[in-house]
């Protein structure tokens, strides 16, 4: 789909230029080494790239998220975080150990 017409700046090279680092339509602008004529595409580039911030900052989340999870599986080999001992487990019985 054509988001310029004016430059033949289509979406997969809006997309492209936000991979590369472009955060505005002027800086996608940019670079394609051209400028605004009409200003008819620039509310759509600015959705597609309020969009492509959206899924970046998504995706960080998301790879902080795994992050903390391998963290954690590291220390406790089993499936879960560890749970710690209470300080008097040898005085207390099994079945009250639940209570605390």
């Given at each position: 789909m054509y988001v310029c017409i004016c430059h033949a700046l289509n979406d997969k090279k809006v997309k492209a230029?936000?991979?590369?680092g472009a955060t505005t339509p002027a800086s996608v602008f940019r670079h394609h080494n051209c400028q605004v004529q009409c200003g008819k595409c620039v509310p759509?580039?600015?959705?597609?790239?309020?969009?492509?911030?959206?899924?970046?900052?998504q995706q960080a989340a998301a790879a902080t998220?795994?992050?903390a999870v391998a963290a954690t599986s590291a220390t406790a080999p089993c499936c879960g975080p560890a749970i710690p001992e209470p300080a008097n487990a040898e005085a207390i019985?099994?079945?009250?150990?639940?209570?605390?």
């Open positions: 230029a936000l991979d590369q759509t580039m600015r959705s597609m790239a309020s969009e492509h911030r959206a899924v970046l900052v998220t795994i992050a019985p099994a079945y009250a150990v639940a209570a605390e």
